[in-house]
């Protein structure tokens, strides 16, 4: 079985963090969402609360798992026994720094490949840091991430986010 590894923050999921997913469940047996453990400090939802919400937007997805980490990476993919570690990329931004991840990533792990989707069009603009910027101005997300996410953001900044 071929298993893929997914990781990243996902403070909070957004319609193109599932368009990834959904798009390397039809390429994997399966996909392993990988949401990094980060202090309370540092991010708007807890490790608990950004698993859960990613679970919820993938539940229709039956080869897809998402799980929380801590430490290195290729460690978790290893222990997920996945040979793949899949990436959005949306702008010549991210792949200096994706590439830069990647070639950390091959000599620390050379028998994990990394594989890299192009953003969909619509989502080229869409991330996390984004989304918690605009939500807490009082813009309306509910075209960038699903009806849940927007419960948790209506909760995080008041009725605000919409």
Not at 47 to 70: G, K, Q, S
Not at 104 to 133: C, D, F, Q, T, W
């Amino acid at each position: 079985m071929l298993t893929a590894l997914y990781p990243g923050r996902f403070d909070p999921v957004t319609n193109g963090h599932v368009d990834i997913a959904q798009r390397a469940a039809t390429l994997f047996e399966r996909v392993v969402v990988a949401v990094y453990e980060l202090d309370a400090k540092v991010s708007l939802f807890s490790t608990d609360e950004r698993v859960e919400m990613f679970r919820l937007a993938v539940r229709h997805l039956r080869n897809v798992d998402v799980l929380p980490f801590t430490g290195l990476v290729v460690d978790f993919a290893r222990k997920e026994q996945a040979k793949v570690l899949v990436r959005g990329i949306r702008a010549v931004t991210d792949f200096e720094t994706e590439l830069d991840m990647a070639l950390m990533n091959k000599k620390m792990a050379p028998e994990i490949e990394s594989v890299y989707l192009m953003a969909s069009l619509e989502h080229l603009y869409v991330s996390g840091h984004r989304i918690r910027e605009v939500a807490s101005l009082g813009y309306d997300v509910g075209e960038l991430v699903a009806p849940h996410v927007i419960k948790a953001l209506e909760r995080k900044f008041g009725t605000a986010a919409k």
